[in-house]
């Protein structure tokens, strides 16, 4: 009403306002058609809501000079430390609970209730269920299918969603098992790996996907970037937990679909894989071990200014080799301008954008298999990896030494330029036809080892050596005891609460890699053994990719072991 009942601003003015507006959005055209048109100047109407205003409140000429939009942020540093001030949060939990809500008032005023009611405790959103479900209410309490649900889901676990996302995301297609996921190279029956078949179609129509996005588009807590759909970071956190605790096994499901889908571009030829590998890293941003890590590496590669990848010129070697000079001394970069003559193809240098660029950094992926007995013996370290490797591995099968790799400023410090070389040495892990092992020197153990550790890479002493006045530590895979797929669904789960010591290498807990000796006494004891099932229980082919790929990853010794007698009949029945 607007008659003398209504309420008055000190001016004079009358203030009609319509809160919580999304509810009342079906009324949106008479009011700009019918209402406000017939009332006096003087009213000032406040729409306030979750959505923002409908186009034609700014489109239509007679409307767009009286209406002002004005998005509501979150609160400012000092407007934060105020509020908490008024509510009396303690003064040494401000700057955890600022980091929390990132200034949102609603997330605030609950938190600060939570505290008052429990005297002495720190906040933490995992234990506070009630927090949790107020956010929720605010922020999905009208999503209108179980589909607009996930896709809600995962954007809250990414780090920014896109159609192609959404569509990976909502498709009716079951994620594989652990052991063999559909989107990453499988080997085939020689032991190679066969082309991946690509992300499956969805089941979804692309109309349908498209209009999903657009609704999570039109929330007010959701932002539009150049990549993508953003959560806001409260939106995420409530969202997030709360499908943690409620549903695990939707969770892990929503993570693999995502995992899938960004292994999927990392094999596109024309993915820029820092970017992919930057928001896989992102879902694992609350591990101890990645939080600071990524936390570096986003901050590095944000002020950055890098040019993609290519491959070595000529006129790179003078400044390389002194790059290597500059941080590992004369006879490494010695080493350095011999691999670059040798195998010129192993090595992709990373130039600065802008006038006067030039190299940033580079990476050397040595194909030890390929290399020439005489250039392998003639670097001390590509000759202990290649010793290390040489006495298991079959005819045609790969080894990659990532033999230099450094930023020109910061060496194997945290960069840019080690984002990229990151980036890159997974896509030689998932790329790399028969890839048997790939080995990665490091200069700073303390730095990197935590990472590969949690990474699944494992210290080998045996193919380290001194070069110089150094001796680096070598960090590796064995990737016929663990493939690549496998390898990314158990980095998908490895959420450790504290980091171990690196571990020396030991024999794998996956496939058995063995030599040929070896190999030909594991057949020679299971042929002796084939009617005696307790001892060929514990015959080393029961680990072997032939076994593993007819019995199944999770099988049991005796499933494996009625396979391998099964292919010792075969064999023998060809003898025949």
């Known amino acids: 009403r607007t008659d003398e009942a209504a309420p008055c601003a000190p001016d004079g003015r009358r203030v009609l306002l319509l809160d919580t507006f ?23 109407t406040v729409l306030a809501g979750r959505h923002a205003p409908a186009p034609a409140w700014t489109s239509d000429p007679a409307w767009a000079a009286a209406v002002h939009v004005m998005p509501l942020g979150n609160l400012s540093a000092d407007e934060t430390e105020a509020f908490l001030d008024r509510r009396d949060v303690p003064e040494a939990d401000r700057a955890d609970l600022a980091a929390v809500t990132h200034g949102y008032p609603l997330a605030l005023a609950l938190i600060a209730e939570h505290l008052r009611l429990r005297p002495g405790t720190r906040f933490a959103l995992a234990e506070a269920p009630d927090v949790v479900r107020a956010l929720l209410e ?28 959404l569509a990976a995301l909502l498709s009716d297609t079951p994620v594989p098992p652990a052991a063999v996921p559909a989107d990453v190279p499988v080997e085939d029956p020689e032991g190679g790996r066969a082309d991946p078949p690509g992300p499956p179609d969805p089941a979804l129509p692309a109309d349908d996907v498209h209009a999903i996005f657009g609704w999570l588009r039109s929330l007010a807590f959701v932002d539009s970037t150049p990549r993508g759909l953003v959560l806001h970071d409260v939106a995420r956190a409530a969202i997030e937990a709360d499908l943690r605790w409620r549903d695990p096994e939707h969770y892990a499901d929503v993570h693999a679909r995502i995992r899938r889908h960004y292994t999927s571009q990392l094999l596109l030829p024309g993915a820029e894989p820092a970017i992919v590998l930057g928001d896989y890293v992102h879902l694992y941003r609350d591990n101890p071990v990645v939080q600071p890590l990524l936390g570096s590496l986003t901050g590095a590669w944000r002020n950055a200014d890098l040019r993609p990848a290519r491959p070595i010129r000529l006129a790179d070697i003078p400044a390389l080799v002194e790059m290597v000079r500059r941080h590992e001394g004369d006879a490494s970069a010695a080493l ?39 250039d392998r013996a003639a670097d001390p370290l590509a000759a202990a990896a290649w010793a290390a490797v040489e006495r298991t591995r079959r005819p045609g099968e790969r080894v990659i030494l990532f033999r230099f790799w450094m930023d020109a400023a910061a060496h194997q410090g945290l960069s840019a330029v ?65 493939p690549p797929e496998a390898w990314l669904d158990a980095l998908a789960s490895r959420i450790p609460t504290d980091v171990p010591a690196p571990p020396e290498r030991a024999p794998a807990q996956g496939r058995a890699v063995l ?47 009625a396979v391998l007698t099964e292919h010792l009949a075969r064999a023998a029945e060809t003898l025949r």
């Open 22 to 44: 999304e509810v009342a959005q079906d009324i949106d055209g008479w009011l700009q058609r019918v209402f406000l048109p017939d009332q006096p100047a003087s009213l000032l």
């Open 138 to 165: 605010r922020f999905v309490r009208d999503v209108p299918t179980p589909r607009h649900r996930t896709a809600i889901e995962g954007a809250a676990i990414v780090r920014s969603v896109s159609e192609p996302l």
């Open 336 to 374: 350095a301008a011999h691999w670059f003559d040798a195998q010129p193809e192993a090595t992709e240098v990373y130039d600065a954008a802008g006038p006067g660029g030039g190299p940033a950094g580079f990476l050397t992926a040595l194909a030890l298999d390929q290399a020439a007995p005489a």
């Open 418 to 482: 080690q984002s990229l070389v990151f980036a890159r040495t997974v896509r030689h892990y998932l790329t790399t036809p028969r890839l048997a092992v790939s080995l990665l020197p490091v200069a700073d153990e303390g730095l990197w080892g935590p990472v590969f550790a949690f990474a699944g890479l494992a210290r080998w002493a045996e193919a380290e050596a001194t070069v110089g006045d150094r001796a680096p530590a070598v960090f590796g895979m064995d990737w016929r005891a663990v």
């Open 515 to 561: 030599s040929r000796a070896a190999f030909d006494e594991a057949v020679r004891d299971a042929l002796r053994d084939y009617a005696r099932p307790h001892r060929l229980a514990k015959n080393p082919l029961l680990r072997a990719a032939l076994v593993e790929r007819a019995a199944g990853a999770d099988a049991t010794p005796a499933e494996r072991a």
